[in-house]
């Protein structure tokens, strides 16, 4: 008799549990929150934390990896469709940056969740990000974008868009705002690089 393969449901409740986790991270922060809150907000038990995590620590790393892993899937949809570049570059990093500007002004605990991270996640969220500057350094590569007469590469471009998208996602006060800044700085890219209007 053959054993079934690792359930879609034992999937399912790890993937409820990140998301879980995330949305009770954010609501009361990183030292507040108990897996016995993670536990009541997924509909499950608390023991049942345990099977797939043996720590708050080990859920937190979990979840932040879970989330940046969803973010690059989508990065990589937007840079795959056939829009122009400006468009897709502008897309990408609302998907990286931008979808998270309301967290960062709405919540009251997004110092700590920052901390934490630093602290649990940082080798993870730093190799998340080379993937994420990787993606874009192809994709302005494809596009031609990358102005060798000012002496940058594809990987020097898309850096340093990324350096203008981390300032902004901090000092913005929406998400319009941040599109549109972002916008305004991969046109400078494009104008630099003789492609404006380019697809």
Same mark, same amino acid.
């Given at each position: $008799?053959?054993?079934?393969?690792?359930?879609?449901?034992?999937?399912?409740? %790890?993937?409820?549990?990140?998301?879980?986790?995330?949305?009770?991270?954010?609501?009361? &922060?990183?030292?507040k929150t108990s897996m016995e809150d993670v536990a009541t907000a997924a509909g499950i038990s608390r023991q049942t934390i345990y099977l797939h995590?043996?720590?708050?620590?080990?859920?937190?790393?979990?979840?932040?990896?879970?989330?940046?892993?969803?973010?690059?899937?989508?990065?990589?949809?937007?840079?795959?469709?056939?829009?122009?570049?400006?468009?897709?570059?502008?897309?990408?990093? =609302?998907?990286?940056? &931008?979808?998270?500007?309301?967290?960062?002004?709405?919540?009251?605990?997004?110092?700590?969740?920052?901390?934490?991270?630093?602290?649990?996640?940082?080798?993870?969220?730093?190799?998340?990000? =080379?993937?994420?500057?990787?993606?874009?350094?192809?994709?302005?590569?494809?596009? &031609?974008?990358? /102005?060798?007469?000012?002496?940058?590469? /594809?990987? =020097?471009?898309?850096?340093?868009?990324?350096?203008?998208?981390?300032?902004?996602?901090?000092?913005?006060?929406?998400?319009?705002?941040?599109?549109?800044? $972002?916008?305004?700085?991969? %046109?400078?890219?494009?104008?630099?690089?003789?492609?404006?209007?380019?697809?």
């Amino acid at each position: $008799m053959s054993s079934s393969p690792p359930t879609e449901s034992t999937s399912t409740v %790890r993937e409820t549990l990140l998301e879980k986790a995330l949305d009770v991270f954010v609501r009361y &922060g990183y030292r507040k929150t108990s897996m016995e809150d993670v536990a009541t907000a997924a509909g499950i038990s608390r023991q049942t934390i345990y099977l797939h995590f043996r720590s708050k620590e080990a859920l937190f790393l979990a979840g932040t990896e879970h989330l940046f892993d969803g973010a690059l899937q989508a990065v990589g949809r937007r840079l795959a469709n056939d829009t122009p570049i400006e468009d897709a570059l502008v897309g990408a990093f =609302d998907e990286w940056h &931008g979808r998270f500007v309301e967290t960062f002004l709405n919540s009251p605990h997004i110092g700590e969740i920052m901390e934490a991270s630093n602290s649990l996640a940082a080798d993870a969220v730093c190799a998340k990000e =080379d993937k994420f500057v990787a993606l874009l350094a192809a994709a302005i590569e494809k596009a &031609g974008l990358a /102005p060798a007469s000012v002496g940058l590469s /594809p990987t =020097d471009a898309a850096s340093l868009l990324n350096a203008t998208s981390r300032g902004y996602k901090h000092t913005v006060s929406s998400r319009d705002e941040y599109q549109q800044k $972002m916008r305004s700085a991969v %046109r400078v890219l494009c104008a630099a690089s003789g492609v404006l209007n380019s697809s």
